[in-house]
């Protein structure tokens, strides 16, 4: 088999933390794992 040469580009993900929008891995390790322990609910109708 021949090997596949994939290029892979790097994934930014941003969260809102006091009205602003930032990148998560700009944030030190106290924010990051608060980050880590949120969960997200669904409002049914």
């Known amino acids: 088999m021949s090997p596949i040469k994939i290029e892979r580009q ?3 993900v941003y ?3 006091v009205g ?3 990148p ?6 106290g924010k ?4 880590a322990q949120r969960q ?6």
Request: charged fraction near 25%.
């Open 32 to 35: 990051q794992s608060e980050y």
């Open 40 to 45: 997200t609910y669904e409002i049914k109708n």
């Open 20 to 22: 602003w929008l930032t």
């Open 10 to 12: 790097e994934c930014i």
């Open 24 to 29: 998560t891995k700009n944030w030190n390790l």
């Open 15 to 17: 969260s809102r933390v």
